[in-house]
């Protein structure tokens, strides 16, 4: 029978640094595929720099994003790499309160907590 491996703090700080390693990579490679599937549709339009048009209404939600992703529409594809981006710090401060706690540290459990009470309500709660 395998024994659970320990939590310390050297293990936590490893299976962080992966995860924002991973995060941003996959983040990257998103938004890769997605700038190239636009260039591929819209790389021959000529640029109307007169005129400002900022993002359609359907790129500011994040159910837009998804469907616009699931449609392999460029800029969705791109959107959903930057809110893997996003996420990336986020899930960080998520998995620091799991460490923590594996740890039995609770004061950095509850400060973690905040952080994450923070980031969310920053990201969710402030429309």
């Not at 996959?26 to 260039?39: D, N, R």
């Amino acid at each position: 029978m395998l024994a659970m491996e320990k939590w310390t703090d050297q293990r936590v700080e490893d299976i962080v640094a992966d995860l924002l390693r991973i995060g941003v990579l996959l983040s990257a490679a998103v938004v890769l595929c997605g700038a190239a599937i636009y260039l591929a549709r819209h790389g021959h339009e000529p640029a109307d720099y007169r005129v400002f048009r900022g993002e359609p209404t359907d790129l500011r939600s994040i159910p837009g994003i998804i469907h616009n992703a699931t449609d392999l529409r460029g800029r969705g594809i791109i959107q959903l790499g930057l809110l893997l981006l996003i996420a990336t710090p986020v899930a960080r401060v998520a998995f620091a309160v799991f460490g923590f706690a594996a740890e039995h540290d609770r004061m950095y459990v509850v400060f973690t907590l905040i952080v994450l009470a923070v980031l969310l309500y920053s990201l969710i709660g402030s429309s």
